[in-house]
Every structure is written in structure tokens, then in C-alpha cells.
T-cell receptor, first 117, second 109 residues
Framework: IAGITQAPTSQILAAGRRMTLRCTQD?????MYWYRQDLGLGLRLIHY???????GKGEVPDGYSVSRANTDDFPLTLASAVPSQTSVYFC????????????????FGPGTRLTVL | QKEVEQDPGPLSVPEGAIVSLNCTYS??????FMWYRQYSRKGPELLMY????GNKEDGRFTAQVDKSSKYISLFIRDSQPSDSATYLC?????????FGAGTILRVKS
């Protein structure tokens, strides 16, 4: 694989169910991110990890949790899905953890389309 | 008020037209300014990266930053149908990166 992969591509989920979105990168990037993209609202940061073993909350963390056991994987879990979590979810990674650093481009995965009914 | 404002469009232009995409922002601490391009059902990819005020040109694309007006622009010359996509502006300072909502661009052949 090259870059970032996400799974599943799409999912329809009943409200109240638990769901884990998977993200794997092979670029040995230190930092990884989860965003949700909603029409008119753009990309909003859910959680991030500046390095393996650490995580932080973004702009819209409620209802989501993450873990970073190793450099490559950064799963996002919805413990009990609600319809407002219907969105397109993007995982991204960058070389360094400081998002404001110069030349610290974020590379995005292809996204997961999640519908919660 | 959002930190970054971007007109969602859609913006529809004929092939060969010059396209102007714009964002305004309120946080004067933003130092780095980016444009991402996102094709339908794909993830965003970095298109242009500019530091502070000024212009940057890359082929048919020119990014312009006016920090005094808190206004950034992306110009596309000789637009092509393959330029049809959503364009997101993004800007950052310290440990913060904020995206605009994205402008949908359609270039008609």
C-alpha cells in the first residue's frame, strides 16, 4: 500500500451501535488526524495524535474516541452511534505533529461515508 | 462568526475561463495559507502552500495572500474540465489548522 487507507469505504449503521473506522498509513508519519466533512461546514477535526502513544481532542470530539498504539494505525470508534454522526470521515497524516509548522502537509485518505439511521 | 469564510458556490465557468476562488478570515495570527483540491468521492490533496503575504505561482495556478485585508485567493488560468472539483482553503498558526467549507467549481467543456 502507498499513502493512507481507510476502511470501510461506506457503512450504514443503526443508531446505538458501536462502530470502528480504520485508518492505516505507510509513510511513517508521526502525526495522524480524524476529520468529519459535512456540507457547508467543511472539514472539522475530531481527534488527533502527534505521535504514537498520545492523542488529543479536536474541535468536535464528543461521541468519538481514538487510540494510537503504533505509528501506522489510528482507529476512530463511535461507542454508540447517533444520526448526527452521519458524515464523511477522513483520516490524514503529516510528518510532524504541529499543524502550524511550515511545509507540514497533511495527506488524506479516501474517506469513509457513514450513515447512521 | 466562523474563523474562515468561503463561498460554497457552485461556481460554473466555461473551459478556458479565468477562475477566482476566495476566502476571508478573522484570525490575524494565521501565517500559513493553503489550497486543497478535492475531487468527488476522494480525499483532499494539497494544491498550493503560501507563507505570509504575497503571490505564489505554479503552472496555471496562482495563490495570493493579503494579510492586511485578511483575504486569500486562488486563480486558475485557462481552466479545464479536469479542474472541476471542490477547492478548500486552509490556514494555520501554531498548532491549529482551520479549513474553509470549500467552493464547488464546475468547468464546462
Amino acid at each position: 500500500i502507498a499513502g493512507i487507507t481507510q476502511a470501510p469505504t461506506s457503512q450504514i449503521l443503526a443508531a446505538g451501535r458501536r462502530m470502528t473506522l480504520r485508518c492505516t498509513q505507510d509513510m511513517r508519519h508521526n502525526a495522524m488526524y480524524w476529520y468529519r466533512q459535512d456540507l457547508g461546514l467543511g472539514l472539522r477535526l475530531i481527534h488527533y495524535s502527534n505521535t504514537a502513544g498520545t492523542t488529543g481532542k479536536g474541535e468536535v470530539p464528543d461521541g468519538y474516541s481514538v487510540s494510537r498504539a503504533n505509528t501506522d494505525d489510528f482507529p476512530l470508534t463511535l461507542a454508540s452511534a447517533v444520526p448526527s454522526q452521519t458524515s464523511v470521515y477522513f483520516c490524514a497524516s503529516s510528518m510532524r505533529g504541529h499543524r502550524g509548522d511550515r511545509n507540514n502537509e497533511q495527506f488524506f485518505g479516501p474517506g469513509t461515508r457513514l450513515t447512521v439511521l | 462568526q466562523k474563523e474562515v469564510e468561503q463561498d460554497p458556490g457552485p461556481l460554473s465557468v466555461p473551459e478556458g475561463a479565468i477562475v477566482s476562488l476566495n476566502c476571508t478570515y478573522s484570525n490575524s495570527a494565521f501565517q500559513y495559507f493553503m489550497w486543497y483540491r478535492q475531487y468527488s468521492r476522494k480525499g483532499p490533496e494539497l494544491l498550493m502552500y503560501t507563507y505570509s503575504s504575497g503571490n505564489k505561482e505554479d503552472g496555471r495556478f496562482t495563490a495570493q495572500v493579503d494579510k492586511s485585508s485578511k483575504y486569500i485567493s486562488l486563480f486558475i488560468r485557462d481552466s479545464q474540465p479536469s479542474d472541476s472539483a471542490t477547492y478548500l482553503c486552509a490556514m494555520s498558526e501554531r498548532d491549529k489548522l482551520v479549513f474553509g467549507a470549500g467552493t464547488i467549481l464546475r468547468v464546462k467543456s
